[in-house]
Every structure is written in C-alpha cells, then in structure tokens.
C-alpha cells in the first residue's frame, strides 16, 4: 500500500513537472504577407487558463486598427492527462504599407515570439473590381467659423454583406452629427453595379485655422462566394476599407460683424394672425406669431426676436419654441414667437418693421430677412365704458346716480349667496369627512425607472457606456423634457462647457471601431463639476442632483 501510494506521488510529481515545462504562449498569423485593406487575423494560445484581461493589446494600435478580442478557454482530459488552454482572436487592420511587427506578448516569464508582418499596397482600392470601397467627401472645402457643412461617407460593395463597423468621425473643434439614417441604394461603377450605404453628418467648426478630419475606416463580414457554394450555413470573411483624410479651411468671422452671427444659404420671416382680420377691437386680445427659418443652421444658433413698446398696444410675449428637422439630407431650424397684442385705444396701430441681420454664405455678403411695418384699423369695443364718454349730460348723471344703489344691492346679494354656498360646501365636507373609509398608507417602491445618480457614477467608474447613457436620458426626460429620447435631444438645454462636450462623445460612441472602450472618468469629472457650479445652469433646467 505504502509502495503504491509512493508511486503515484511519483506520477503526479511528473505529471506537475510536465505541465509546468510544456506552458507556452503561441502567437500566429492566418496570413503573411498581407494585402492593405484586408484583416490579418492574429491568434495567441497559453496551455494555461488565465484570466482574459492578462494580456494588453493597446501597443498595437500604433501599426494596426484593432477589433476584438475575443476569448475561449478549453480544458481536456486524455488518458487521465489533463490540460488546459486559454486562446484570444482579434482581427488587425493594417494602418500603412511596409514591414510592421506584431511585438511579443508575456503572461507571468512565459513570451510569444514576435511577428513581422509584410503589408503589400492593394492591387485595386476602388474603382472595376473592387469588392468594398468608401468615398467621403465635404460639401465645402471652406467656410466660416460656426457654418454648418455637411460631411458624407458613401460605402460601396458587391455581394451580401452581413455586418459592418464604420469609425466616428472626429474633428477637433468642430460639432459633429449624424443627419437622418443610413440610406441604402445602388450605383453603378465602371459598369459594375454596386450596393450603397450612404451616411451623412453636419458639421459645425467652432474655431478657424486649417481643421484635418482622419480618414473613415469600415470592417465587416461579408458572405465567401468562393466557399459558400449556395449552403445555407454559408462561411464569412473579413472585409475592410479606408477612405481619404480631409483637409477643411475655416474662415474667422468677417470684420464689421457687430450683429448676432447666422451664417447661412436662407434666412426668412413669415408671420401669422389669429384671428387673421386686420381689424382690431379696442381691448380684444389678438395673437401674432412669427417664424424665423434658416437652412444649415442648429435651432441653438437662432437668435431672439424683440418687438419693444408699441404706443396705443401692450404686447405680451410667450416663450419661444425652436426646432429642426432634417430635409433632403439638409438641416432646417425653426424658432417660433408668440406674442398677445392688446390694442388699448382706437384708431389706428402700426407694428414696426423686424429685421434679422445674417450673413449669405451664397453670395458671402451680409443679407437682412424684413418682415414689413403691419398697420391694423382699432375699431372701439361697444362694450367698453369709451361710450359713455359721447353720451348726453343727463344721461350721465342718471347713470352714476343709479351706480351706488345698483352696486350695493348686487354686493349684498352676493354675499348672501356666497355665505349660503359656503355653508352647504362645508356640510358636504364634513358629511364625506365621517363617511370615507380608513386609509391605509401604502410603501412607495423604489422604481428602477427613476434616474439614479449613484448608477449614473458607478456606470462613469466601470466604463459603462450603456448604463450611462439610459441613466442621462432619464434624468433628462424626468426634469428636463419627457419628449427627450436620445443623447443629442440634451445637448440644446445645457451650456457650452465639458458636460456638453462629453456627452456628446457618448452620443457617438455606437460608432466607434469596434474593440475601442468608452472611457467615462471624463463624463464623470464634467458631471461633478457641473453640480458644483449652479450659474452655469439654463434657466429651466434641473440639477443632476435634485435636492442638493
């Protein structure tokens, strides 16, 4: 018994030495060399199971565009032999042509060996033949500071493609968004048709100078015709392309600009009467709504109307409503002014003249949007105390003769009748009062629906690009608007600041190459930072922290 359980002592010790000299990090290649353009999908096995974040694949975003990885972990038993093994995929993208290196890898003493990789320029990279190619282009190559541009990116391809990832555009001082939804067509190139996506942005530079916008790239999976051979579970292949970086020159405001600066193609005032006579009555309320529109222009940038003091009127404006909407892949804002005109004598009105200064980017000349001088005919209210003014003497004087009789007499009467309503309302009271049931106070529950501050930070803290965004768009829907339904609705009601400017790269990142990580501590210092300054807070908008 003693000889036998020495033996297998023996045997585990050898097992244990086995496993522990056998332990090695491959690192391979599917492809070498490789064409720019296409995925070269790189592949790290360890005969060890190791947690999935042990290895750091950040250095090879300098050579490579990087999506993935993704892990498995194995474990089998041959001949009571046990062994396991961790492996990781990511799919590279080749940045340039040339001789880049795939560096080694170490987990604990135990390194992969490096990989040089040869990147030969792709025979065809757009154009007869191409299988997937992009074109982006800028609807101006100049403009001016805070005039809206319009950035596309068109992907063509042939064949079925199953799912793709195009990269964000970013560019440094300037607002970037997505205008309307993909469009899908068809062209036909060098006599080759081609299926289209066609993605269109605004942009809106908020600074002058020379602004460089890096070149779209887009991966995805499209069916293998060489492999599928009309099956049904039909193989994929990784297919990428890269467009051009552009060059966008931004103007500085022109000199003599003292006016609000609206840049834009088409600046008009309309205006609407309600009722729509031009004929006044003399203390009746009227509304007069005017609409400012402008084309390539946000609803923020449109500036307020102020109609002044109009003599023989009062004027009572309402709060404006803005708005845009998106047009044949063009923006239109709207801003709306109600005001309430009371005409307080008669005769005749006259409303001034209103004016919107704004700069033509067609013409690149300053322009003025009119909206004429209305005059309106006031006609005297009949029922207003003006007639008793052209009345005869004695009709006058019967008149405030019979007042004080006529008055005291209505007063008692109301009051009578008012004391006896009151009292019958009181005994309904007390009758309902004796006769409701017991209540019974029930627990308020705690609704997961309700904005949560602490899973707002939590989210920032573990980089939870999906939980911070449902978080902020609750907060925004319960204090702000109930219609806000998605990050870019917030983005009018706060101010300019880091806030602003982080939320809007949360906006964005479902676009984002994919394997690149949302990075919330900037969102969260911008949130904290916030709080703690209420004057920089929009009249009307609530706190992130109610309460406090």
Not at 40 to 63: M, R, Y
Not at 111 to 128: F, Y
Not at 302 to 311: A, F, H, K, S, Y
Not at 469 to 485: F, G, K, N, S, V
């Given at each position: 018994m003693v000889k036998l359980c020495f033996r297998l002592l023996l045997v585990g010790l050898a097992l244990l030495w086995q496993a522990q000299a056998a332990t090695q990090l491959k690192a391979s290649v599917d492809k070498n060399p490789a064409m720019y353009g296409e995925a070269i999908v790189l592949q790290l096995v360890l005969d060890e199971k190791v947690d999935a974040g042990v290895l750091d694949f950040a250095v090879l975003e300098n050579d490579f565009r990087v999506s993935g990885p993704s892990v498995s972990q194995s474990m089998q038993i041959i001949n009571g032999q046990s062994s396991q093994?961790?492996?990781?995929?990511?799919?590279?993208?080749?940045?340039?042509?040339?001789?880049?290196?795939?560096?080694?890898f170490t987990v604990g003493n135990i390194?992969?060996?490096?990989?040089?990789?040869?990147?030969?320029?792709?025979s065809q990279s757009s154009g007869?033949?191409?299988?997937?190619?992009?074109?982006?282009?800028?609807?101006?190559?100049?403009?001016?500071?805070?005039?809206?541009?319009?950035?596309?990116?068109?992907?063509?391809?042939?064949?079925?493609?199953?799912?793709?990832?195009l990269s964000q555009p970013e560019l440094a001082g300037a607002e970037v968004e997505q205008v309307g939804k993909d469009v899908e067509n068809s062209e036909i190139v060098n006599g080759e048709r081609y299926q289209t996506i066609t993605r269109r942005y605004s942009v809106v530079p908020q600074k002058s100078g020379n602004l460089t916008l890096n070149a779209p790239f887009f991966n995805g999976e499209m069916i293998d015709r060489d492999n599928s051979r009309y099956d049904y579970f039909a193989r994929t292949k990784a297919v990428s392309a890269e467009g051009e970086p552009l060059t966008l020159t931004v103007n500085a405001i022109p000199d003599g600009q003292q006016h609000h600066w609206l840049p834009s193609e088409l600046v008009a005032?309309?205006?609407?009467?309600?009722?729509?006579?031009?004929?006044?009555?003399?203390?009746?309320?009227?509304?007069r709504t005017i609409t400012l529109t402008a084309l390539d222009l946000a609803d923020h940038q449109l500036p307020d109307l102020t109609l002044g003091t109009v003599n023989g009127a009062k004027i009572y404006p309402e709060q404006p409503q803005s708005h845009k909407a998106e047009r044949k892949g063009r923006i239109v804002a709207q801003k709306v002014f109600s005001y309430a005109i009371i005409a307080d004598k008669s005769g005749t009105l006259t409303m001034p003249e209103v004016q919107v200064h704004w700069w033509n980017t067609k013409t690149n000349q300053p322009d003025v949007a009119v909206?004429?001088?209305?005059?309106?005919?006031?006609?005297?209210?009949?029922?207003?105390?003006?007639?008793?003014?052209?009345?005869?003497?004695?009709?006058?004087?019967?008149?405030?003769?019979a007042e004080p009789v006529s008055d005291w007499y209505f007063s008692y009467s109301s009051w009578l009748l008012l004391v006896l309503w009151l009292g019958t309302v009181a005994m309904w009271l007390l009758q309902q009062w004796y006769q409701r049931p017991p209540t019974v106070e029930l627990p308020v529950a705690d609704s997961a629906v309700r904005f949560n501050p602490r899973k707002?930070?939590?989210?920032?803290?573990?980089?939870?690009?999906?939980?911070?965004?449902?978080?902020?768009?609750?907060?925004a829907q319960q204090l702000i608007d109930p219609q806000i339904t998605t990050l870019s609705d917030i983005l009018p009601h706060l101010p300019d600041g880091a806030l602003k400017s982080q939320i809007q790269q949360l906006s964005y990142q479902g676009y984002q190459a994919a394997g690149k990580t949302w990075q919330g501590h900037g969102l969260l210092e911008?949130?904290?930072?916030?709080?703690?300054?209420?004057?920089?807070?929009?009249?009307?908008?609530?706190?992130?922290?109610?309460?406090?």
């Amino acid at each position: 018994m003693v000889k036998l359980c020495f033996r297998l002592l023996l045997v585990g010790l050898a097992l244990l030495w086995q496993a522990q000299a056998a332990t090695q990090l491959k690192a391979s290649v599917d492809k070498n060399p490789a064409m720019y353009g296409e995925a070269i999908v790189l592949q790290l096995v360890l005969d060890e199971k190791v947690d999935a974040g042990v290895l750091d694949f950040a250095v090879l975003e300098n050579d490579f565009r990087v999506s993935g990885p993704s892990v498995s972990q194995s474990m089998q038993i041959i001949n009571g032999q046990s062994s396991q093994s961790t492996a990781w995929q990511l799919s590279l993208f080749p940045r340039r042509t040339g001789s880049l290196t795939i560096p080694a890898f170490t987990v604990g003493n135990i390194s992969s060996a490096p990989i040089n990789i040869e990147v030969q320029p792709a025979s065809q990279s757009s154009g007869k033949g191409a299988e997937l190619f992009l074109e982006n282009s800028f609807s101006h190559e100049a403009v001016h500071v805070q005039q809206m541009l319009y950035y596309e990116i068109k992907i063509y391809f042939k064949g079925e493609l199953q799912r793709g990832n195009l990269s964000q555009p970013e560019l440094a001082g300037a607002e970037v968004e997505q205008v309307g939804k993909d469009v899908e067509n068809s062209e036909i190139v060098n006599g080759e048709r081609y299926q289209t996506i066609t993605r269109r942005y605004s942009v809106v530079p908020q600074k002058s100078g020379n602004l460089t916008l890096n070149a779209p790239f887009f991966n995805g999976e499209m069916i293998d015709r060489d492999n599928s051979r009309y099956d049904y579970f039909a193989r994929t292949k990784a297919v990428s392309a890269e467009g051009e970086p552009l060059t966008l020159t931004v103007n500085a405001i022109p000199d003599g600009q003292q006016h609000h600066w609206l840049p834009s193609e088409l600046v008009a005032l309309t205006e609407e009467w309600s009722p729509s006579s031009q004929q006044l009555v003399q203390g009746e309320p009227v509304t007069r709504t005017i609409t400012l529109t402008a084309l390539d222009l946000a609803d923020h940038q449109l500036p307020d109307l102020t109609l002044g003091t109009v003599n023989g009127a009062k004027i009572y404006p309402e709060q404006p409503q803005s708005h845009k909407a998106e047009r044949k892949g063009r923006i239109v804002a709207q801003k709306v002014f109600s005001y309430a005109i009371i005409a307080d004598k008669s005769g005749t009105l006259t409303m001034p003249e209103v004016q919107v200064h704004w700069w033509n980017t067609k013409t690149n000349q300053p322009d003025v949007a009119v909206l004429p001088a209305v005059i309106l005919q006031v006609s005297p209210n009949p029922q207003q105390s003006d007639n008793s003014v052209s009345a005869a003497p004695e009709q006058r004087v019967s008149t405030v003769a019979a007042e004080p009789v006529s008055d005291w007499y209505f007063s008692y009467s109301s009051w009578l009748l008012l004391v006896l309503w009151l009292g019958t309302v009181a005994m309904w009271l007390l009758q309902q009062w004796y006769q409701r049931p017991p209540t019974v106070e029930l627990p308020v529950a705690d609704s997961a629906v309700r904005f949560n501050p602490r899973k707002l930070k939590q989210a920032c803290q573990q980089n939870d690009g999906v939980q911070a965004r449902e978080q902020l768009l609750r907060w925004a829907q319960q204090l702000i608007d109930p219609q806000i339904t998605t990050l870019s609705d917030i983005l009018p009601h706060l101010p300019d600041g880091a806030l602003k400017s982080q939320i809007q790269q949360l906006s964005y990142q479902g676009y984002q190459a994919a394997g690149k990580t949302w990075q919330g501590h900037g969102l969260l210092e911008a949130w904290a930072h916030f709080q703690h300054q209420p004057a920089q807070t929009p009249a009307g908008l609530a706190p992130l922290y109610p309460g406090r």
